[in-house]
């Protein structure tokens, strides 16, 4: 556990928080990577990392382009409320590397394990909520169900998915929850970013050895992304083992590894914003719905139908190519 005012880094759990005075901690969601950027520059606070220790210690043996590493650097800033050219966290020196310049010291224990969702008070929303709910029993019986929540920008996609998540956390206690959020990018984006993310809280929560387990068995393609989870003679050993690893792999073992996840407790995932969706999480998600087997697995997604092009095409594709379970698109869209 480190902080560094007014934030919190759980190691262990992978979690960043933020301290409010005078309410509960805030969660500040981070994609894999970018915490493991985060804590290698936390844990040499003070001292310059140059951009090839970096790309070195968290990409080992992969061709990593510079601008995925930038690109990250400015998500965590963008957590961390800072600004490059008036930094209070991360400092850029030009041709150097970048330095963590806010003093970090190490906060009394605390019993603070999990974020708690807010809760709105929704207007309107009730048959899409019941709609969601039926698709979570189904999901409950074996059925794995794929559901799109579709909408224009401001319209409340967001908060129909906090408010179900908080009433499914309530009602379906036994079930596991996490989300990703896909985030617009300019340049180079990083393949299957949501669902890293959501893999990321998965480990981070109460049943993180178990996950973490289940991804070295199933999905070593996978946990060799989070480098904070794995010991590094064990990172050596992934990476020998999953050395020439191709892209169809990692989608047989994604969807192998949440099958099993979901065996032991139903998995219900939430992928936002898949208008900026790469297009490896695409790709994953057809396979999701393509996959026979049985299974306690919901996922939710949330997209803007005017931002989506040829991706379009791709999720109404995921939703009726299954015909096992998945409904066609249009009965499956929830404005």
Known sequence: MMEFPPFRLDTAKVCLWRRNAGADDEYISLAPKAFAVLKYLVEHAGQVVSQNELLDALWPDTFVQPEVLKTHILGVRSKLGDSAKNPRFIETLPGQGYRFIARVSDPPAEAKLTPELPSRKLVGR????????????????????????????????????????????????????????????????????????????????????????TLAARAPTWLVQFPALVKREQRETLQREILGATRERMLREIGEALETIAS????????????????????????????????????????????????????????????????????????
């Open 126 to 213: 009730n048959a899409a909520l019941a709609e969601l709910r039926n698709c979570l029993e189904q999901s409950l019986q074996d059925h794995r169900e794929i559901v799109f929540v579709t909408g224009e920008a401001g319209i409340g996609k967001t908060a129909l998915a906090d408010e179900f998540l908080r009433r499914a956390a309530v009602d379906f206690r036994g079930v596991r929850m996490a989300r990703g959020q896909c985030v617009e990018g300019f340049g180079s984006k990083e393949a299957y970013y949501p669902m890293l993310e959501a893999l990321g809280r998965l480990c981070a929560d109460s049943g993180r050895d178990t996950v973490v387990q």
């Open 264 to 335: 032991e407790r139903p998995l219900l995932l939430v992928l936002e914003d898949l208008h900026w969706a790469d297009p490896s999480t695409v790709d994953l998600i057809s396979a999701l719905a393509r996959r026979r087997a049985p299974g306690k697995l919901m996922l939710i997604g949330t997209y803007r139908p005017v931002e989506v092009t040829l991706a379009y095409e791709c999720f109404v594709f995921v939703s009726s190519a299954q015909n096992w379970r998945i409904r066609s698109a249009q009965d499956r869209h929830l404005r």
